[in-house]
């Protein structure tokens, strides 16, 4: 392997090669190949002559960061394999290529320290525009750092993105697209209790986690508005995985605490919900019914279709760019409405 890499990077045509070849300058072959300043007709083609012959390929990610080429976009994710986030990326790709912009993803793997270091390299590197995605942790030394991130992409020309989570703390220069979590969960809690269901069981994420703590924000008030008591003892916390979902169902069913319906805090996190009752033998959603959060696409594939709340994710995406790159930031807060999509994994009770 080191041998092919070395081979490779001997292989490689600089800017050099060509300025070698040409009989010009460094400088000269630079000015002709972006075009930023003026040169005579005999050198640009006597440059690109050479470029033809060795088949000069110039590197549009080098030249992006160092604000040559196409701007950057930096996508900050918990993980490629995310269903719900990747959606997100996909809609800032897809407006990011609409304007000839590079879009470069990086994964944090749900470690703020990670995410933090992968902010400030961005930084360095003059990335046009660094999109945060997804929810993180209430810590209030993260928040304090990732400000003055903020404030150091501002002042560089760049913005930091909040992208499905909420603003930053105090008068921060950043730009946040989110939607409304804790309506989205207080809506749903309605939906179940309005089918008769008044113990729910809720998972609403990990523990001190920003989208955790929306949605049992909108499960408490639900129950409020119904005139119900809040158990504590039906909320389990844990990362958004079908296999601590299993786990925590399964767990549940041991305990205690009775319940006719399960609040999922996310769509794959139901998935896991599902699979921990058919394995206790209890059906969906003629024992226990579930219900998720974020409608994508395996939503409407599970058997029974699952009844969750719709997130507009894509669009999102999309917006979260449309706000970066305008020349005028009127909006540095926008809030995506979320709804209820009604399937078959909910059964209605005698009230």
């Known amino acids: ?35 930023s300043h003026p040169v005579s007709d005999d050198l640009r083609t006597r440059v690109m002559d050479v470029v033809r012959e060795l088949d000069y390929v110039p590197n549009a990610h080098a030249r992006s960061l160092a604000g040559a080429g196409p701007k950057t976009v930096a996508i900050l994710i918990d993980s490629i ?45 003059g990335a046009a525009a660094v999109v945060l995605l997804g929810g993180t942790y209430d810590l209030a030394d993260y928040q304090l750092r990732m400000a003055r991130f903020a404030k150091s992409l501002d002042s560089a020309g760049s913005r ?4 499905g989570r909420p603003p930053l703390q105090g008068d921060v220069p950043a730009t946040t697209i989110e939607y409304d979590n804790a309506n989205g969960a207080f809506t749903m809690t309605s939906h179940l209790l309005s089918m008769g269901h008044r113990r729910v069981l ?4 990990p523990e001190n986690f920003t989208t955790a703590q929306a949605r049992l924000e909108g499960y408490r008030n639900a129950l409020t508005t119904y005139g119900l ?14 296999g601590v979902a299993h786990r925590i169902v399964l767990d549940a069913l041991r305990g205690k605490n009775d319940f006719t319906a399960v609040f999922a805090g996310t769509d794959v ?22 219900v998720g959060f974020d409608d994508i696409p395996l939503a409407r594939h599970l058997s029974p279709g699952l009844t ?21 930031r009127d909006k540095d807060h926008v809030v995506l409405g979320t709804h209820v999509v009604v399937r078959q994994s909910v059964r209605p009770l005698a009230v």
């Open 202 to 205: 809720i998972l609403p994420g």
């Open 1 to 35: 392997m080191g041998r092919q890499k070395a081979a490779a990077d001997e292989a490689r045509i600089t800017i050099r090669d060509i300025a070698a070849r040409a009989g010009v300058s460094v400088a000269t072959v630079s000015r002709v190949l972006s075009s």
């Open 308 to 328: 969750t709340v719709h997130v507009p994710y894509e669009e999102m995406g999309r917006m979260a760019l449309r706000l970066v790159s305008s020349p005028r």
């Open 269 to 290: 996190v139901a998935t896991g919900v599902m699979e921990g009752l058919r394995e206790a033998g209890l059906s969906v959603p003629d024992d226990i019914s579930v």
């Open 160 to 163: 930091l993105v909040l992208c």
């Open 81 to 125: 394999t995310g269903a719900a986030f990747a959606h997100v990326a996909r809609g800032i790709e897809e407006e990011a290529s609409a304007r000839d912009w590079l879009s470069l993803v990086c994964v944090t793997g749900g470690d703020p320290e990670r995410e933090l270091a992968l902010v400030n390299l961005m930084r360095q590197q």
């Open 229 to 242: 008591p809040y158990d504590a003892g039906l909320v389990r916390h844990g990362r958004y995985e079908d």
